[in-house]
C-alpha cells in the first residue's frame, strides 16, 4: 500500500486483508519503474543512471578489446540505451534539469568511450553521432501518442472526447480532443494532457 497526496499528512489505520495487515510502503517498483509517493523520479533516475553506468563498464572493457567503433556503438545502443529509455513517455516530461543532466552525461560517457581511437598515442579522435535522449524521449512519446488515436488500439479509451468539429473547423490550430483540466503542475506535464496540448 502506497498513500499519496494531502492522506499522506494525517494517514488513516493500515489496510488489513484476511487479518493480515499489508505494507506500508513509500515506494514500489512497478513493471520495472520506481514510483515513489512524493511523485518525483529522483529514485527512479537514480536506478536508472546506476544500472547504464554499470553497463558502462562493459563498454570499456570492449573498447579494450580492439572492439572497432560501430560495432561499439551497436552494442550502446542495444544495451545501454535502452535502460535510459525505458517507460520514458511516463516520466521524461517530469523530470528536472539535474535528471535530464544525468541521463545525459551517461551518454557523453558513452560517447567519449566510442569515439576515442584505438590508437592512445593519437590525439585524434573520431566523432560519435548520437541522437540526445530528450530528442527521442520526445520523438517516442509523439509516436505512442499517434497510435493512442487508432481506435483499435488497447488503451484508445483513455483519451478524452473528440471536440465538436462545427466548432474545430472554424478554429485555426484547434485541439481536435477535448483537453482535461489540469490542477497541479505535475498533472499539466503528464503526458497524456502533455500531448493534447
Known sequence: EMLLGPIRKNPPSLLNISCQPVERVNSFKLLGVTITDSLNWEENINKICSKAGSRLHFLTLLKRAGMPADDLQIYYKAVIRPVMEYCSIIWHTNINEDQTHRL?????????????????????????????????????????????????????????????????????LAPKLEIPFARTERHKRSFLINSLA
Open 104 to 172: 545525459d552525461s551517461i551518454q557523453r560517457r558513452a560517447e567519449r568511450i566510442i569515439g576515442s581511437t584505438l590508437n592512445s598515442n593519437s590525439n585524434c579522435q573520431s566523432v560519435s553521432t548520437l541522437t540526445p535522449l530528450k530528442e527521442r524521449r520526445d520523438l517516442h512519446a509523439r509516436h505512442t501518442f499517434q497510435s493512442l488515436l487508432d481506435p483499435m488500439n488497447c488503451i484508445h479509451d483513455i483519451l478524452p472526447a473528440p471536440r465538436d468539429y462545427n466548432i474545430t473547423n472554424k478554429l485555426r
